[in-house]
Each structure stands twice: as structure tokens, then as C-alpha cells.
């Protein structure tokens, strides 16, 4: 079946380095686009980042851009998203998504998320 | 602060519907919103996109709507396992925009 899961989060320091990873499986992953979502603690769903199926294009949230990178090894089926520069304010539960099959304007399947805290 | 408003609280009881409105720009508010519920530390998950359609394994009992700047998510024959949070998105080319979430108290 279609998953994803994600890995990398931790405890980080401000202005540290993170990399997390959405390994996928059961679906052609090369065929589709893929996201970042994020979640402070007790808050809502805040969308990060996208890049399209094949690299060609990325694009960022206003409050990530220029400090984070997504990025996409379809060789590998997986997903990556380079945090530098990170801010407390970057905590939460970071989700990985797929794009929809029959809708690219939803996402129809998400990872478990990985919990990265900023704290010094 | 979310471009899409949705209630932050509603509730009902066993059996009756409820409706959970997403309002923004006509701009926001297009034939792309999608829903999510999300149960208490568990993932999203897609109950509804492209304004009503369904995903395959949703129950029916889960409806979409628009009219005029308002998505709505409607929900009939409240069953406790309903109780979660609810997410409208609304997806442009460059990015996607959720509202603030709605939690839904199943009395």
C-alpha cells in the first residue's frame, strides 16, 4: 500500500542544520508531487514546501524561504527537506505528502511526521 | 493568520449533521478546496477534495459544498469516531493555504 515515512527530526539548537527524509513506497513516486507540511505543537497545519514530480521546480512558504530546501531522489524514492538557519519558531511535527492521484490539488496520502524541536 | 476562516470549535450529538464553513477570498475559495480530518497525534487525512468528491473508502456520510467565497464540509449521522479536527485547504500553483482548523466535539 501507499506510505511514507518520515525520519531526521530531533532536538536542534537555534540556527543549527537539520535534514529530514520521507522514504516512499507502493506508489510510483516519480510520478508524482510532493510536499512539506508542518504542525506546532497545539497548532494547526502550516504548508512548508512543494517540488514537482521531476525536480523541475520548487516553491517555499513565505516564512521558509531562503533558510529551507526541498529536494527529491526519485532513483532512491525519497523526499528531503535541508533546514538551516532554524528558529524556535520552527518547531513542530513535520509531515511529508503526496499530491493527489486523481487531484494534484489535494494530497491523498501522509507520512506519520517527525518531531523536530528548536531549543537551546 | 490563516487567509481561510473556519470556526475554531463545533459540536452535536450521535445522529445529527453538522456543517463546517471555510470562508476567504473568491480567489482562495475556488474549485480546489480539499478537507482533512486529523485525529489527536495521528496524521491528516483527505475526506474530501476538489470542492465534494471523495476519496474511495470515505464514508458518505461526509459531504462537500461551495457558494459564493464559503466551502462547506457537511457531516451526517454523527458517530463518535468523528470526533477529530478539520482542515479546508485551498491549493494555487505556487503553494497551498489551510485554514485554521475546526475541532468537532461529538456530545
Known amino acids: 500500500q501507499v506510505q511514507l515515512v518520515e525520519s531526521g527530526g530531533g532536538v536542534v539548537q537555534p540556527g543549527r542544520s537539520l535534514r529530514l527524509s520521507c522514504a516512499a513506497s507502493g506508489f510510483t513516486f516519480s510520478r508524482y508531487g510532493m510536499h512539506w507540511v508542518r504542525q506546532a505543537p497545539g497548532k494547526g497545519l502550516e504548508w512548508v514546501a512543494v517540488?514537482?514530480?521531476?525536480?523541475?521546480?520548487?516553491y517555499y512558504a513565505d516564512s521558509v524561504k531562503g533558510r529551507f530546501t526541498i529536494s527529491r531522489d526519485n532513483a532512491e524514492n525519497t523526499l528531503y527537506l535541508q533546514m538551516n538557519s532554524l528558529r524556535t519558531e520552527d518547531t513542530a511535527v513535520y509531515y511529508c505528502?503526496?499530491?493527489?492521484?486523481?487531484?494534484?490539488?489535494?494530497?491523498?496520502?501522509w507520512g506519520q511526521g517527525t518531531l523536530v524541536t528548536v531549543s537551546s | 493568520q490563516s487567509a481561510l476562516t473556519q470556526p475554531a470549535s463545533v459540536s452535536g450529538s450521535p445522529g445529527q449533521s453538522i456543517t463546517i464553513s471555510c470562508t476567504g477570498t473568491?480567489?482562495?475559495?475556488?474549485?480546489?478546496v480539499s478537507w482533512y480530518q486529523q485525529h489527536p497525534g495521528k496524521a491528516p487525512k483527505l475526506i474530501i477534495y476538489?470542492?465534494?468528491k471523495r476519496p474511495s473508502g470515505v464514508s458518505n456520510r461526509f459531504s462537500g459544498s461551495q457558494s459564493g467565497n464559503t466551502a462547506s464540509l457537511t457531516i451526517s449521522g454523527l458517530q463518535a469516531e468523528d470526533e477529530a479536527d478539520y482542515y479546508c485547504s485551498s491549493y494555487k500553483s505556487t503553494s497551498t493555504l489551510f485554514g485554521g482548523g475546526t475541532k468537532l466535539t461529538v456530545l
Open positions: 476538489s470542492v465534494s
Open positions: 505528502a503526496k499530491e493527489g492521484s486523481y487531484a494534484v490539488t489535494s494530497f491523498d496520502c
Open positions: 473568491s480567489s482562495d475559495v475556488d474549485s480546489y
Open positions: 517540488i514537482r514530480y521531476d525536480g523541475s521546480n520548487e
